[in-house]
């Protein structure tokens, strides 16, 4: 089983804003990537001002070709004199360093020029890790003291929730800080998920916890 063969296209009105799961970005046996939408997603996307990917504006057309060329031109530059700390932060191994797929999905393509995020479909594989941000920080703002960088976490599948029945909430001790986003929360559902572990990779702090991203690991 692979680490991950598809990622999906979120996007969300400004930061706080609901992701909608617009698109699917595939890679097949051979190597080859298909990118298509997810039609009824995107009408309602629209109705809060979604507008389709600039190179894919047909939201009937599946497109193959160059597709993950151009999201990979998202990705930071391998050129960038900093490129080894944005390495070293999202724990990319230099045997991933050239894949544009892997790092599409493990940096998730993030641009501060729009809100669109590239969210990979993981598997629970042995030596899987990755790091994602916790949503609903800001339905229950946390004290600056509540928690710090490499604190051990916990999760539970909230299947009652009126959002999302794959909805995955994280707690400190009893204390519940956030949720695991949208297509990450998939991989706590799958066998062999009981044995992914949780802890605090980077918290940005500002009177109370504005952001704290997560790496997930077995």
Same mark, same amino acid.
């Given at each position: 089983? %692979? &680490?991950?063969?598809? =990622? ?5 009105? /400004? ?7 617009? /698109? ?8 080859? $990537? ?22 894919? $504006? ?6 193959? /070709?160059?597709?993950?060329?151009? !999201?990979?031109?998202?990705? =930071? ?7 080894? +700390? ?5 724990? =990319?191994? @230099? ?11 493990? +940096?998730? /393509?993030?641009? @501060?020029?729009? #809100?669109?995020? $590239?969210?990979?479909?993981?598997? @629970? ?15 229950? @703002? ?6 710090? %960088? ?7 599948? &909230?299947?009652?929730?009126? !959002?999302?029945?794959?909805?995955? %909430?994280?707690?400190?001790? #009893?204390? +519940? ?19 992914? %572990? ?13 952001? =704290? !991203? ?5």
């Amino acid at each position: 089983m %692979k &680490e991950f063969d598809q =990622i999906y296209l979120s996007w969300k009105k /400004g930061r706080d804003g609901r992701p909608f799961i617009v /698109g699917l970005l595939k890679k097949a046996a051979d190597n080859s $990537f298909s990118f298509s939408y997810d039609k009824v997603a995107v009408e309602k996307a629209r109705q809060e001002g979604f507008s389709p990917y600039t190179e894919f $504006f047909d939201v009937e057309t599946v497109y193959n /070709g160059n597709v993950l060329d151009i !999201f990979a031109q998202r990705l =930071i530059k391998a050129e960038r004199p900093d490129i080894q +700390t944005f390495y070293k932060f999202w724990e =990319i191994e @230099p045997e991933h360093q050239t894949d544009k797929f892997y790092l599409l999905g493990h +940096t998730q /393509g993030l641009l @501060p020029t729009d #809100n669109f995020e $590239f969210l990979a479909d993981y598997n @629970p594989v042995p030596e899987l890790h990755f790091l994602t941000e916790l949503a609903g920080l800001s339905n229950m @703002p946390l004290s600056n003291e509540s928690l710090g %960088k490499g604190d051990g976490l916990r999760w539970e599948t &909230e299947h009652s929730n009126e !959002f999302d029945p794959d909805a995955v %909430k994280v707690l400190k001790d #009893n204390l +519940t800080i956030g949720y695991i986003k949208k297509i990450h929360c998939k991989v706590f559902h799958k066998p062999g998920a009981d044995k992914l %572990k949780l802890s605090v990779k980077e918290l940005d702090r500002n009177g109370t916890v504005k952001k =704290i !991203f997560v790496k997930v690991y077995m």
